[in-house]
Structure formats: structure tokens, C-alpha cells
């Protein structure tokens, strides 16, 4: 993460002030509030802003004059209920705002989640950093031979060594060039806004993103998902931390009944019912395709 000692400055400056407000607050949200938290090489995510909390959700599904007109414990039980129930819209009283800085390959994939407000840096106006995504060497894998979505073993020794090589030199070549292409003295130099299109899709972007709970918790279903590419869900990763201290009964109930609950299919749960009944099921008999099946069989896998 390369922030400036001036954008530290103004972090901290806009963490110290402090204003009396009537405004619903949770505790666990403002101790998260402008910090910039790392992710990947050179990206972060920090939270902006936020609107509401746990009890707003409960208020709005009330529809009720005032906060806090029942326990806790009533609370909890309500919104496990409406999570469980898909009773969505109380969900989204609730607005979280995040700056974040990510690698263009990852951002292409993140603007796919259309239901959210986004105002990206502008390399029409300003000059792009140097800042490129070059990943770990754990991350360095190949190509996964069972899924051709996925990456299988790491590259070792000569191999990674050479993929790194590439990826540095490519992407610092095309950067030497940005810079040559946007002038030097005495030269006009090509716009910004053309001069980009060489740049790799590695380079770092930056946007600020705002979306309500309910469908930030849909993004997080899908991109902190293990199958979702690495890139990405390190980025869902870390908001899913913010998001637990600021909605706690709602991220608990999204744990339990998205994150670690599973849908079946009804000829799953027909399968399921005969198992119960003492029958063995087999992909031959479950009347199931063989990836319905290994997909079946993951979800009762027990450790
Ligand atoms: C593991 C994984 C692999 C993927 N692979 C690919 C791929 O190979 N190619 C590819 O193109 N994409 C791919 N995607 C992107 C995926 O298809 C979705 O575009 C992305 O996850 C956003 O989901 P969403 O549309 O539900 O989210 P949002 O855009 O946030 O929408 C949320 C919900 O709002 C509703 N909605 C929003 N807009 C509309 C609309 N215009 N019409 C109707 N309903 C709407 C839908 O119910 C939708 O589920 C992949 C995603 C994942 C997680």
C-alpha cells in the first residue's frame, strides 16, 4: 500500500475530528471509519462512510417511530428471520462508501456487481502512478487441469523466476513508454486519455464505491467465496471484517445462512431424505448429473 505522508496526514486529521450527531452509530464502524487497510501490493480499502447499523435494519422491517423499541436478543431473532426468509429490503437501509485502490483486472470484475454507485480516477485527467499488481510467489500457479476457471499447483524455481521477469519488465516497458508517449521536452506529447490504452491490466486504479447492505452481502457471497480468483476475494476479505463490526447480527446471520449454509436442488433433497431413510445413494441412482453430484457430495462432506 504506498500512501504519501500527506494522505496519511489527512487520514489521521479526518480520524481525530469528532461530531456530535443524531444519526444511528455503530461503535464497531467508527473504529474502522477512513482507515486504509492493505490489500494485495499496492491496494487498500477504507471505509468512507456508512448509514445505519444493526438496529436500523430492525426499524425499517418495523416500520417503527422510534429505535431500540425492542431487546437485543429480539433484534438478533428478527434479522436471522428476514435473512432467512430473503426479506431483503430492510437490508438495504443500510449504505457502506469505500475507496478502494485495486489492479484494473480485478476492477473489471468488481463493476460487474451493477447494483452499486462508482466514481473511478479519472486517467483522462491525471497521470496513472507506477504501480503495478506483481503477485506473491505462492500465487504464481498454473493453470488448474480440472477447472478451467481456476489455477492448480504453484510455478517452482526457474519457471516462476521467468513468469516474474516477464510480468515486471512487460509492465515497466509499457509504463517507460506512457511516459515517453505523454511528452518529453520540447514535444507535445499524446493526450492522457490515449496515452493509457498500452498500459497493462495490472496497473492500479482507484474508485470510491457505494452500495446498501443487502447487496454489498450479495458481492461478498460471490467474491469471498472460495471460488472466486484470489485477486478479488482478498479485497471481499476485508470488507467482510469491516462489515462484521458494523452490522454483527446481520454478518452473523449472512455466515450462517449464505456464507456457510448451501441450496439444494429438490433432486438433491430427495437424495438427501433417501440417505436419511438408510438408502444408498449413488451419482447412478440419485438421478443427478456427475457435477450435480460432486457438488452434492462437498456440501455433506463431513471433516
Ligand atoms: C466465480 C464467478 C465467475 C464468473 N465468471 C464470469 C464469466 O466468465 N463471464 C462473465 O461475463 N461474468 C462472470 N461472472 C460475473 C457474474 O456473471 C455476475 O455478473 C457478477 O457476479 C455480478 O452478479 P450480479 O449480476 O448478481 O450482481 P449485481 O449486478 O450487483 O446485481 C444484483 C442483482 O440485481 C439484479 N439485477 C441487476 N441488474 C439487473 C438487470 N439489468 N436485469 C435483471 N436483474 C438485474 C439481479 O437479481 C442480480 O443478481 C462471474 C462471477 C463469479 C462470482
Redesign the pocket.
Known amino acids: 500500500m504506498t500512501l504519501t505522508p500527506e494522505q496519511l496526514a489527512q487520514i489521521e486529521e479526518e480520524r481525530a475530528a469528532q461530531r456530535p450527531t443524531r444519526r444511528a452509530v455503530s461503535e464497531g464502524m467508527e473504529a474502522h471509519l477512513y482507515t486504509a487497510y492493505p490489500v494485495l501490493d499496492h491496494g487498500f480499502i477504507r471505509v468512507i462512510d456508512y448509514m445505519g447499523d444493526d438496529a436500523a435494519i430492525c426499524q425499517a422491517a418495523r416500520v417503527s417511530y422510534g429505535r431500540g423499541t425492542k431487546s437485543v436478543q429480539n433484534d438478533e431473532g428478527l434479522i436471522r428471520y428476514l435473512m432467512r426468509h430473503w426479506h431483503s429490503t430492510p437490508f438495504e437501509m443500510c449504505e457502506i462508501k469505500l475507496h478502494v485502490k485495486l489492479p484494473v483486472f480485478v476492477a473489471r470484475?468488481w463493476i460487474?456487481?451493477?447494483?452499486?454507485n462508482v466514481n473511478e480516477y479519472s486517467a483522462r485527467y491525471s497521470i496513472l502512478d507506477r504501480e503495478f499488481y506483481v503477485p506473491e510467489p505462492d500465487a504464481l500457479a498454473a493453470q488448474s487441469s480440472t477447472n478451467n476457471?481456476g489455477r492448480g499447483a504453484v510455478l517452482q524455481g526457474e519457471e516462476a523466476a521467468r513468469v516474474l521477469d516477464i510480468l515486471k519488465r512487460d509492465a515497466n516497458r509499457a509504463y517507460d513508454h506512457y511516459e515517453e508517449m505523454l511528452g518529453t521536452d520540447g514535444q507535445q506529447g499524446l493526450a492522457r486519455e490515449l496515452a493509457r490504452m498500452n498500459l497493462p491490466a495490472s496497473i492500479y486504479t482507484q474508485w470510491y464505491w457505494k452500495t446498501d447492505l443487502h447487496?454489498l452481502l450479495?458481492?461478498l457471497r460471490?467474491?469471498a467465496?472460495s471460488?472466486?480468483q484470489m485477486e478479488i476475494r482478498v479485497y471481499a476479505e476485508a470488507i467482510a471484517k469491516c462489515v462484521k463490526d458494523w452490522v454483527p447480527a446481520a454478518y452473523a446471520a449472512f455466515e450462517d445462512y449464505r456464507m456457510g449454509g448451501a441450496t439444494l436442488s429438490a433432486g438433491a433433497l430427495g437424495c438427501l431424505r433417501r440417505m436419511l431413510d438408510g438408502e444408498t445413494v449413488t451419482q447412478e441412482t440419485s438421478g443427478m448429473s456427475k457435477g450435480e453430484w460432486r457438488e452434492f457430495e462437498a456440501i455433506l462432506a463431513r471433516r
Not at 460487474?112 to 452499486?116: D, E, K, L, M, V
Open positions: 470484475q460487474r456487481h451493477r447494483t452499486a476457471q447487496n450479495h458481492f460471490l467474491r467465496d471460488h472466486a
